[in-house]
Antibody, heavy 121, light 110 residues
């Protein structure tokens, strides 16, 4: 049974860097057939794709966030991570990690439970 | 890339059918058969219900169906049930390996 679990600080100060980790269980992040991604949802609002990464480090970012986003993979820990720099209150959201299905980059088939990150001083 | 356009809300009575539209552009929905739909109950993570326009993952009820015409995709829920009350999001692949979501539609079962 695939499980994804987000972890990281729930409170980040403005102008600082938001850092989150997604721990994957029930599947190997090293599989060459999967991409892994991040999606966020501001309170009361819709979903926004942040970016996706393969085990080998190939990344695709949302153009609107590209200048502030870095994603990476740690195959030894079966984890992938998100860093979002220079955050503002507009970055307050529930952040989800998710998996793209095997051989497809076009949608997500498994999601983590999400973690709320609040940007406030 | 702009977000896909969905109606803010739709409603229907139990047993009825409803359709949620998702309008994009020729660079996303119009050009690719990579439209997916997710259902999200309050406080829960999204759940995939339709992928590649009209395919259903294992375990998803056949009451959910998807289609596409031109730059607009649609999700139809037939035989509406109380448990279908949720938010629904469309999602499309676009050029340059970018993914875009719709703004979401709140379904109310009357």
């Amino acid at each position: 049974q695939l499980q994804l679990l987000e972890s990281g600080p729930g409170l980040v100060k403005p102008s600082e860097t938001l850092s989150l980790i997604c721990t994957v269980s029930g599947a190997s992040i090293s599989s060459s057939t999967y991409y892994w991604g991040w999606v966020r949802q501001p309170p009361g609002k819709g979903l926004e794709w942040i970016g996706s990464i393969s085990y080998s480090g190939t990344v695709y970012y949302n153009p609107s966030l590209k200048s502030r986003v870095t994603m990476s993979v740690d195959t030894s820990k079966n984890q992938f991570s998100l860093r979002l720099s220079s955050v503002t209150a507009a970055d307050t959201a529930v952040y989800y990690c998710a998996r793209h299905p095997s051989g497809s980059y076009h949608h997500f088939d498994y999601w983590g439970q999400g973690t709320l990150v609040t940007v406030s001083s | 890339q702009s977000a896909l356009t969905q109606p803010a809300s739709v409603s229907g009575s139990p047993g009825q059918s409803i359709t949620i539209s998702c309008t994009g552009a020729s660079s996303d929905i119009g050009d690719y058969n990579y439209v997916s739909w997710h259902q999200q109950h309050p406080g829960k993570a999204p759940r995939l219900i339709i992928y590649e326009v009209s395919d259903r993952p294992s375990g998803v009820s056949s009451r959910f169906s998807g289609s596409k015409s031109g730059n607009t995709a649609s999700l139809t829920i037939s035989g509406l049930q109380a448990e279908d009350e949720a938010d629904y999001y469309c999602n499309s692949y676009t050029s340059n390996n970018v993914l875009v979501f719709g703004g979401g539609t709140k379904l109310t079962v009357l």
